[in-house]
């Protein structure tokens, strides 16, 4: 049985810095990709980024240089540290693993964690 969990959000002024994490259970890294994605109110689904099972890492165009995904294998978790926050950083933010989860026409489907809230302040 797939299960994610995410952690870390809370909220920060503009500047700021989080670090999200997720903690997966009934698969492993070895075999599955992984994103960070996020969702606004009233905004569609949006990946922030993935980390492929081969190692390579990919960023939307929002985060880059600022957000950065890393994972540790031993603990099943991955993380999302994200620094020079914005306001438009704020969104309930998610871990999935393409294809069990995804955004697909802007709307998630699959298997989800709860989330976890960052707000942004300015």
């Known amino acids: 049985q797939v299960h994610l969990m995410e952690s870390g959000g809370g909220s920060v002024p503009a500047g700021g810095s989080l670090r999200l994490s997720c903690t997966v259970s009934g698969f492993t890294f070895d075999d599955s990709d992984m994103g960070w994605y996020r969702e606004a109110p009233g905004n569609e689904c949006e990946l922030v980024g993935k980390i492929r099972t081969d190692g390579v890492i990919e960023y939307g165009d929002a985060v880059k240089g600022r957000f950065t995904i890393s994972q540790d294998k031993a603990k099943n978790t991955v993380y999302l540290q994200m620094n020079n926050l914005k306001p438009e950083d704020t969104a309930v933010y998610y871990c999935?693993?393409?294809?069990?989860?995804?955004?697909?026409?802007?709307?998630?489907?699959?298997?989800w964690g709860q989330g976890t809230q960052v707000t942004v302040t300015s």
């Open positions: 999935g693993s393409p294809p069990m989860s995804d955004c697909v026409a802007g709307t998630r489907v699959g298997s």
